[in-house]
């Protein structure tokens, strides 16, 4: 029997928002929730994928000699440049989309989740945005708790890479302001999941 695709769920926010957290957050109502930066990670690591050639003629100094990006090269040669790091999304995208568009169809749900980062660069196709924001200070401050081998440069890099919070807002239907205890968050995303439930099922 055929069955409607789910609704798409998009997901995102800066780093140390706290993205994985709501993700986990919907996982734990049964939502289907899709990590679209693991996505893209699993594609850069396969030197047989489609999308490798290009990524490889286009960033030679970031390959390691298996024909997968380097590990660490994404802090150590794209957080530090601003246009290759736009331009290995670019390659990238196609096929995550691709990827996520056919992982959503195999799901029976009203909807699902796509957690990335990167979401807020540029308009995916989802039915809609969800933003998880929080201050600069208590996103640094989570970001220094779970990485404590990552340098304050480092950090800093990162962060200012990063769309700012206005940007991530400005495309939202929905924004969770992470800033509380984690039990405030999850309510938050409990109610919202009513929401869309109800936004989303089918009688
Ligand atoms: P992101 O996926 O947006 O980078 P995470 O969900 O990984 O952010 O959260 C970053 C860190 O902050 C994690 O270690 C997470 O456990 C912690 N964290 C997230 N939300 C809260 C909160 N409301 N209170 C305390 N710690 C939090």
């Known amino acids: 029997m055929t069955h409607p695709d789910p609704h ?15 993700a986990s957050a919907f996982a ?5 929730c899709l990590d679209a930066d693991l996505v ?8 047989a994928h ?15 000699s ?12 794209f957080a530090r ?19 996520a568009r056919s992982w959503t169809a195999a799901r029976h749900a009203p909807y699902v989740v796509w957690e990335s980062a990167l979401i807020g660069d540029q308009a995916i196709p989802a039915a809609r945005v969800l933003v998880v ?5 208590v996103r640094m401050a989570r970001l220094a708790l779970r990485n ?17 919070r206005e940007a991530y807002i400005e495309g939202a239907h929905d924004v969770i302001v992470n800033e509380g205890t984690p039990d405030a968050l999850a309510r938050m995303v409990q109610d919202l999941h009513r929401k869309y439930t109800s936004l989303w099922s089918t009688p």
């Open 148 to 164: 404590p081998d990552w340098t304050p440069t480092q950090v800093a890099a990162i962060f200012a890479m990063q769309p700012s």
């Open 40 to 47: 893209a990670r699993a594609i850069h690591q396969d030197p």
């Open 81 to 99: 440049d601003a246009a290759a790091n736009a331009q290995l999304k670019q390659l990238l995208r196609p096929w995550v989309l691709e990827a």
């Open 28 to 32: 734990a109502l049964d939502v289907p």
């Open 50 to 64: 489609p999308a490798m050639a290009a990524i490889a003629a286009a960033f030679p100094q970031a390959m390691d």
């Open 66 to 77: 298996d024909g997968r990006l380097a590990r660490g090269s994404l802090r150590s040669v």
């Open 8 to 22: 798409v769920l998009a997901l995102t926010g800066a780093v140390g928002s706290g993205k994985s957290t709501v």
């Open 133 to 137: 924001d929080a201050p600069s200070q």
